[in-house]
């Protein structure tokens, strides 16, 4: 009888230490896991500019590897690896998330970017930096922000005083900009004539006939990539 009450007694001191083992270890993860949501929090940050609002690692932020779809991206001497809008230099055997200098090019844009317009040229933004398509190079390059970027920046094409453009061809908002973009920089060197600066850059006698010159001339180009102008 004695064996007996002695061997339910270890069983159930068994039992406790069982049950207080993973009470702990719950305890322990929860703890884990209020740690990592705040090491998260600190790692990362929400890019709300222009509405964007997308989170990325913070600058500094140093891993181990990089993504497997990183692109990489020569400079001069340096390499720098791409991938969703988040750039990495390599740091001894790891890797550090930095902010890419201007002039780096790039054949895909960020996965989640906003297109922001300037004086009627489109940019695409994503976690602080901006990047403009060169058809010379057929790539984006990381650009600095237009001067008066705080005032002038919108997200909404901007409407044209002549011009009606409605794409034919299905085109998707990112073909929209960047043919609106290259037909502009044509009908600007066609027409000598700049919408995007005070007074289209001529002499005040010059605007109205300049400005014709430069719609016809924008129309023409958009009308040849498939667009309807009126």
Not at 150 to 169: C, E, M, R, V
Not at 194 to 216: C, F, H, I, L, M
Request: charged share 20%; net charge neutral.
């Amino acid at each position: 009888m004695t064996s007996r009450v002695s061997r339910v007694r270890v069983g159930t001191v068994a039992l406790l230490a069982v049950s207080l083992g993973m009470v702990a270890g719950v305890a322990q993860a929860q703890r884990h896991d209020r740690g990592d949501q705040r090491r998260d929090h600190f790692e990362q940050h929400m890019d709300a500019r222009y509405a964007h609002n997308h989170y990325y690692p913070s600058r500094g932020y140093v891993v181990g590897a990089v993504p497997r779809e990183s692109i990489v991206v020569n400079h001069y001497h340096d390499h720098y690896y791409y991938s969703g809008g988040v750039w990495y230099a390599p740091r001894g055997p790891r890797f550090v998330v930095v902010t890419p200098p201007f002039g780096l090019f790039v054949p895909v844009l960020p996965p989640f970017y906003t297109t922001v317009w300037f004086g009627g040229v489109p940019y695409y933004y994503a976690n602080d930096s901006y990047y403009v398509w060169r058809q010379s190079q057929q790539q984006y390059e990381v650009v600095a922000p237009p001067d008066g970027s705080g005032t002038s920046a919108s997200t909404q094409a901007p409407a044209s005083d002549d011009l009606f453009i409605y794409p034919k061809n299905g085109q998707t908002d990112e073909q929209q900009s960047k043919d609106r973009y290259e037909c502009h920089s044509w009908a600007k060197s066609q027409s000598g004539f700049d919408p995007t600066v005070s007074g289209g850059g001529v002499p005040a006698e010059q605007a109205g006939s300049k400005r014709a010159d430069y719609n016809r001339a924008i129309g023409a180009c958009l009308e040849g990539r498939g667009y309807t102008v009126k």
